[in-house]
């Protein structure tokens, strides 16, 4: 497993723009999918994007495509995720979160976790 932290996340007004940084501590990402996640209190835990190490492909819940980009820097061993359009109902606890796994989009498959950052947005 691989240590991860976030940040970056804050209050933005609605249609505001917030990225968010998540960096592998200690070791490089060598999983195959590095996702983000979103939580609010009395719901799962949601998939919101994915991106494959190795080739930088990319995958996006309906949710937040064309509004949310997920990226990479291979150097700094860092995934982002820059929200743009961002919508009160983005408000949540944002978690990135590793595996060995590309396929899967369900929090279980997941077995490196960050601490999670807040996000708010106020309409």
């Known amino acids: 497993q691989v240590p991860l932290v976030e940040s970056g996340g804050g209050l933005v007004q609605a249609g505001g723009s917030l990225r968010l940084s998540c960096a592998a501590s200690?070791?490089?990402?060598?999983?195959?999918?590095v996702a983000w996640f979103r939580q609010v209190p009395g719901k799962e835990r949601e998939f919101a994007a994915k991106i494959r190490w190795t080739t930088g492909f990319t995958y996006y819940a309906d949710s937040v495509k064309g509004r949310f980009t997920i990226s990479r820097d291979n150097a700094k061993n860092t995934v982002y995720l820059q929200m743009n359009s961002l919508k009160p109902e983005d408000t949540a606890v944002y978690y990135c979160?590793?595996?060995?796994?590309?396929?899967?989009?369900?929090?279980?498959?997941?077995?490196?976790w960050g601490q999670g950052t807040q996000v708010t947005v106020s309409s």
């Open positions: 200690g070791r490089t990402f060598s999983d195959n999918a």
């Open positions: 979160a590793a595996s060995s796994n590309w396929s899967s989009r369900h929090p279980n498959d997941f077995g490196s």
